[in-house]
């Protein structure tokens, strides 16, 4: 087992793999800006080396300081958490060449899933459903010719593409012209690769994705799925386990699907296959090779503690069980708490003059956050997650709105109060709602407040 990690981010996920660390007798070594040397992870670390001024260009994505600091400290490994560096195969090459362990699979399973069309020719050679698609575009005529092929409504994507940007729909071939040239542009000005590729558009999917896990001898287990719809701008907003559009047979034939094909593939520690899911049928979209921010709602109905076994299956552990020990324990939900205005979404960094984090049975809170901390305005403006655990859906649901209320933030605007309208909503309630519900429901809310 290691001896010493480093921990190459910051927020709550430097503090929740900080933590998970602890708990197995590694040391910590924390890297921070020079606008976070008061972070609550920092003080816990047994080492912490400023590794740049606040821009993140500058500091928590400079790839050299980074890894200096885990040769000066002599970590034996390093997690990226996720953002920053956390999917970047150079620098996982960059590490392992420094002989650190980057804690994640290898550098060329990250190349694999990192690039939109490989990973889905990966996940159809596996066995995975797949919307159906377009190799590479050449041009515009090669687009429409495609798009007739496959059947309007599509979808144009970058290969290198994430978080929305460089997409276009096209509901017919005038459309198509416009939305090849707009994707291949912003492809251009974001990605590495201009490169574009089509799929068929799903108008009402629910964004639902699986959870895996897999040591380096072949062992794979799923852990089951999250549903992520209720998202805006590609921001997820509340997450929860099990998705209430799937029953337990449902369940078992896309897990045992998404296994199989992850042994296939050879893929190794945890990942997540993210998949549409639309009228009773799932479509792979594309596999995160970190760990994500929702991963508490998995741990919560399985027990698992996912970066410990992270960390156990980069130091070349045996998973040590099998899918038939894994047991799904009631409902959790997870609600993003960010420091924004709840309606605009625009940030709002400043001092916590006071914090107050709810607790009792069934809830967890993963936060930086104390009271008199400032939050800087140079990162992403999430604060705090709230997880809450009960026996249903309902349970679970009570305790997230008594949660929500007893949870004091003061001197910052937060998503709170959003969160306790989306869960008051009959839809939410009954489980009704795909990728567009809280769109449409920010939209309806803002028309009536102007009425
Ligand atoms: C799609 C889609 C519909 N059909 N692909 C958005 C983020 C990027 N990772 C993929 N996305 C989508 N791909 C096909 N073939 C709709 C979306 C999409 C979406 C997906 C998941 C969660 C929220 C979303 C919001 C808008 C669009």
């Known amino acids: 087992m290691f001896e010493k990690v480093l921990i190459a981010n910051r927020g709550e996920v430097a503090l929740r793999i900080h ?6 007798g590694i040391r ?7 606008a976070d040397a008061n972070a609550m992870h920092v003080r816990l670390a047994d080492e912490a080396v400023c590794i740049g001024p606040a821009r993140s260009s500058e500091s928590y994505l400079n790839k050299s300081a980074i890894i200096s600091a885990a040769l000066i400290t002599g970590a034996d490994a390093i997690h990226p958490g996720f953002g920053f560096l956390s999917e970047n195969a150079d620098f996982a090459e960059m590490v392992e060449a420094h002989g650190i362990t980057f804690i994640g699979p290898t550098v060329e399973q990250m190349r694999l899933m990192g690039d939109k069309i490989t990973a889905r020719k990966a996940a159809e050679e596996a066995g995975l459903p797949i919307t159906p698609g377009s190799p590479a ?11 007739n092929k496959i059947g309007y409504p599509v979808i144009v994507k970058a290969k290198d593409g994430g978080g929305g940007k460089g997409m276009k729909t096209a509901f017919n071939d005038e459309e198509m012209a416009e939305a090849f040239t707009m994707a291949k542009a912003e492809a251009k000005a974001s990605f590495p690769s201009d490169v574009v590729y089509m799929e068929k558009y799903l108008q009402h999917p629910r964004h639902i994705e699986m959870q895996i896990l897999a040591d380096k001898y072949g062992h794979v287990v799923h852990l089951g799925e999250r549903d992520c719809s209720i998202q805006r701008n590609n921001q997820k907003v509340i997450e929860e386990s099990p998705s209430p559009a799937l029953n337990n047979q449902q369940r078992q034939e896309i897990g045992e699907i998404v296994r199989k094909a992850i ?6 520690n945890a990942g997540t296959l993210e998949f549409l899911y639309e009228d009773g049928k799932f479509y792979f979209m594309e596999m995160n090779t970190r760990l994500q921010v929702e991963h508490p709602v998995t741990e919560a109905i ?8 992270q960390i156990r299956i980069a130091s070349g552990a045996s998973l040590g069980y099998t899918q038939e020990d894994i047991q799904f324990h009631g409902h959790a939900i997870e609600c993003r708490i960010n420091a924004e205005d709840p309606e605009t979404f625009v940030p709002c960094p400043g001092k916590i003059n006071e ?6 049975l069934g809830v967890r809170v993963d936060s930086e956050i104390y009271s008199g901390y400032s939050i800087p305005p140079f990162y992403d403006s999430m604060i705090a997650k709230l997880i809450v655990h009960g026996k249903t859906r309902n349970a679970a649901l009570m305790r997230l709105r008594r949660a929500l209320e007893e949870f004091v933030i003061d001197g910052v605007n937060t998503t709170i109060p959003l969160q306790q309208a ?27 407040n102007e009425e």
Request: with cysteine; net charge negative; glycine share 8%.
């Open 19 to 24: 933590r998970a660390c602890r708990e197995m």
């Open 28 to 34: 910590t070594v924390a890297v921070h800006s020079e």
């Open 137 to 147: 575009l050449e041009s515009v005529e090669h687009a429409i010719e495609w798009a």
């Open 263 to 268: 042994e296939k593939i050879g893929y190794t």
């Open 302 to 309: 399985t027990g698992i503690d996912i970066v410990r076994e």
């Open 355 to 360: 914090w107050h984090a709810p607790g009792g």
């Open 422 to 448: 989306i869960i008051s909503q009959a839809e939410f309630i009954d489980g009704q709602y795909d990728i567009h519900w809280l769109e449409h429901f920010m939209k309806s809310r803002k028309s009536e």
